[in-house]
């Protein structure tokens, strides 16, 4: 098993490059997803976030946290991120341990899609780290067009997360995501190959 990084800020391209990877023969263990699922009514999770955050978090006509109204409450204020943080990162970091568990004794190519890898220090587990970087314009632009946010929002999203350039220094492999999708397919197919060399190799 080789275990790799991927992370890349906010509207840098990561979820589609995770998903080409998928389409070349990669497992994907998606970091988010754990994070999603962490926050199903009746999870742990879920009731840690409610009791700290409060029910207008929930949505008016289920008990399903409001991803979108929890984001722009913590994204604003270091102290509520934190405190999410400190609920939902035990969560993700179980569910990431049992994934490569289970993993762990085959050849494959086990991507860990996660934009928080450095900050996690998941790193640290890894046998490479992939960095997909982007202009911060070209991040909002497309935010903006693909997910409706606000620019005020995505500021405060990207300000909590690592500097990207930082991020590529620390990176193994580096995807600068400026252009289209057919750029992205042939960073795609480069990438794809260094890491079966690299598997072969371990």
Sequence with gaps: MLVVGLTGGIGSGKTTFAALLAERGAQIIDA???GRDALRPD???WHSI???FGDDILQATSLEIDRKRLAALVFNDPSKLAALNAIVHPVIFEGIADRLE????TDDVVVLDAALVLELRIDEILDALIAII????VRVKRLVSTRDMDPVDIDARMSSQTDPEEVAARADI????????ED???????????LDERRAAK
């Design 32 to 34: 988010d997803e754990i």
């Design 43 to 45: 999870r742990p999770a």
């Design 50 to 52: 409610v009791s700290q």
């Design 102 to 105: 289970k993993l762990s004794q």
């Design 134 to 137: 982007a202009p911060p314009d």
């Design 174 to 181: 580096v995807v600068r995501n400026e252009g289209g999708l």
């Design 184 to 194: 992205l397919v042939a960073e795609a197919d480069r990438v794809w190959t260094e």
